[in-house]
Structure formats: structure tokens, C-alpha cells
């Protein structure tokens, strides 16, 4: 089946810690993005990446980094200069990007603070 | 900046009633515009979207949104609730010339047996 798999489904970081979230998909997409969901907020954008080496800032982009080696993964480092990591982080992907393209979103990673 | 609002934090309806979920968009242009259902701690699920295509839209699990111009409104309706209906909908827009989605706040639909 294809689809957009994320793990862990839970992740706990510690002070000043780095941490990294997997996304992968196999519908052979080559737009992928991160958002960013916190109670009564909505989802707002991290990054996104419309091909291989290649990415821009979101709306929410200060204390995170990403990369896309691969068109697969696009995985997601929450920096310690983000002082306020908890929350809900979703990860999508459509199959050009733009304003048409339907986005299809994986399960979710839940981060937490020790 | 292209905006989405959402009336109504939460939306409670009696089985089998009417549901009827607001959106309002921000824009001279008209948008690209979508409803996502989300279920406790899980991804979101496309419902529907517009693309101009038609103004009655029609999607999954017999919702049904209708784009009116005039009142910049994306409204998600359902004739009939039913208690797997129970969830959080998001409207989103992505903007002209635009490419991440901007989300409403969402709107958290309480089905009342």
C-alpha cells in the first residue's frame, strides 16, 4: 500500500537535546512538508521541499532544520533553540507542489519534554 | 496574507441533524480551498477541495461543501450526522502562486446521541 509512514509515534527530547523525526513516502511524490500542530491553533508550516537538495522555510521555521536526500524522506531535526517543542508534527507530501495538489498526510509524531 | 476562518471552536448536533461547519476565506482571488477531518491522534484525511471546477463540492462520507464568492464562504454541510461523524475539521486554502496549506483553527464536531 502506499502511503506516508512517521515514526517514532511518540518521542520525548530533553533539555537542549536534539531530536529527529522521520517521515517517508512511497506514492513517489516530489513535494513533501512539515507542520506544526498545537491545541486550538490549526497546523502551520515548518518547511517544505519540492525536490531532491532542495527546501524553504514555513511560516514556523527558527529552531528547526530539515533535509531531502532522498526523494523518500524528508526528516525533521528539532533544534535546542526551539524552546517550545511540544506538540503534534505532521508531515505530507502532494505530487508536484502548488496550488492544485492535493496534500496527503501521515500519522503523526507526538514530542514531548522532559 | 491569505487567511482561514473557522466560526465555532466547537459544533454540537444531535444524531441523524444537520451538520453545518463554517469557513471563511481572506482573498480577492479566489483560492484553492479544502476540508480536512482529523480523528484523535491520528493524520488528517482530505474530505474535499475546490479547485473552480464546480461550486457544489462533494466528498467523502456524504459531506458536501459550497463555494459562494460573494460571501467568501467554503461551508462543509452534511445532511445527516451520524456518531462516526465525531472529529476535528480543518479548512485550509492554499494561496495564488502559494504552496503550504493555511489552516483554519479547526472546529471540534460533538455528536449528541
Known amino acids: 500500500d502506499g502511503g506516508i509512514t512517521q515514526s517514532p509515534k511518540y518521542l520525548f527530547r530533553k533539555e537542549g537535546q536534539n531530536v529527529t523525526l522521520s517521515c517517508e513516502q512511497n506514492l513517489n511524490h516530489d513535494a513533501m512538508y512539515w507542520y506544526r500542530q498545537d491545541p486550538g491553533q490549526g497546523l502551520r508550516l515548518i518547511y517544505y521541499s519540492h525536490i531532491v537538495n532542495d527546501f524553504q522555510k514555513g511560516d514556523i521555521a527558527e529552531g528547526y532544520s530539515v533535509s531531502r536526500e532522498k526523494k523518500e524522506s524528508f526528516p525533521l531535526t528539532v533544534t535546542s533553540a526551539q524552546k517550545n517543542p511540544t506538540a503534534f508534527y505532521l508531515c505530507?507530501?502532494?505530487?508536484?507542489?502548488?496550488?492544485?495538489?492535493?496534500?496527503?498526510f501521515g500519522p503523526g509524531t507526538r514530542l514531548l519534554v522532559l | 496574507a491569505q487567511s482561514v476562518t473557522q466560526l465555532g471552536s466547537h459544533v454540537s448536533v444531535s444524531e441523524g441533524a444537520l451538520v453545518l461547519l463554517r469557513c471563511n476565506y481572506s482573498?480577492?482571488?479566489?483560492?484553492?480551498l479544502f476540508w480536512y477531518v482529523q480523528y484523535p491522534n491520528q493524520g488528517l484525511q482530505l474530505l474535499l477541495k475546490y479547485t473552480s471546477a464546480a461550486t457544489l463540492v462533494k466528498g467523502i462520507n456524504g459531506f458536501e461543501a459550497e463555494f459562494k464568492k460573494s460571501e467568501t464562504s467554503f461551508h462543509l454541510t452534511k445532511p445527516s450526522a451520524h456518531m462516526s461523524d465525531a472529529a476535528e475539521y480543518f479548512c485550509a486554502v492554499i494561496p495564488a502562486g502559494g504552496d503550504g496549506l493555511t489552516f483554519g483553527k479547526g472546529t471540534h464536531l460533538i455528536i449528541q446521541p
Open positions: 482573498s480577492s482571488v479566489p483560492p484553492y
Open positions: 505530507a507530501s502532494s505530487g508536484r507542489g502548488g496550488t492544485q495538489e492535493t496534500q496527503y
